[in-house]
């Protein structure tokens, strides 16, 4: 998938779809989810539910076609930007089969400390792997 290095498989399970036969919109908030989670793991070594020191602030979706049961489904995540306390992401749907796009999707999180509530700085050894990862500058 051209600009993502990194690139999640999701199939399409009965349970997401709706009456319609297609996908329910809100499914896709845990397709992105899971190449988010993907991402994390990957490029910064989250691997436990502590590390997580990030909250979701704003969620955009733009949905291009239908999916349905039975497809897989690859997801592309990047990081776009680094604010002072925000990482801004960009995401693409596709078929995997067709290379049919599916959804785009941008996402606003903010790095947050839950015992004092309240967002936090991007630590310095998580910016260095985005930058590194995603090429940002």
Known sequence: MEGFRLVSEVPVRFADT???????????LSYLECSRVDYFRRVLG????????IIIARIE??????????????VGCRVSEIGGASIDMHYRVEDKAS???????KSVI????????RPIRVGDAWREKMEAFD???
Not at 20 to 27: C, E, K, P, Q
Not at 61 to 74: G, N, T
Not at 99 to 105: H, I
């Open 46 to 53: 989250v691997t436990q539910l502590s590390d997580y020191t």
């Open 110 to 117: 903010v790095t947050f400390d839950y015992t004092l509530k």
């Open 135 to 137: 090429g940002i500058s």
């Open 18 to 28: 709706d009456s319609f036969g297609h996908v329910n919109h809100a499914n896709y």
């Open 61 to 74: 979706i733009d949905y291009k076609s239908p999916a349905f049961h039975h497809e897989k489904l690859l």
């Open 99 to 105: 290379g049919r796009l599916v959804a785009e999707a």
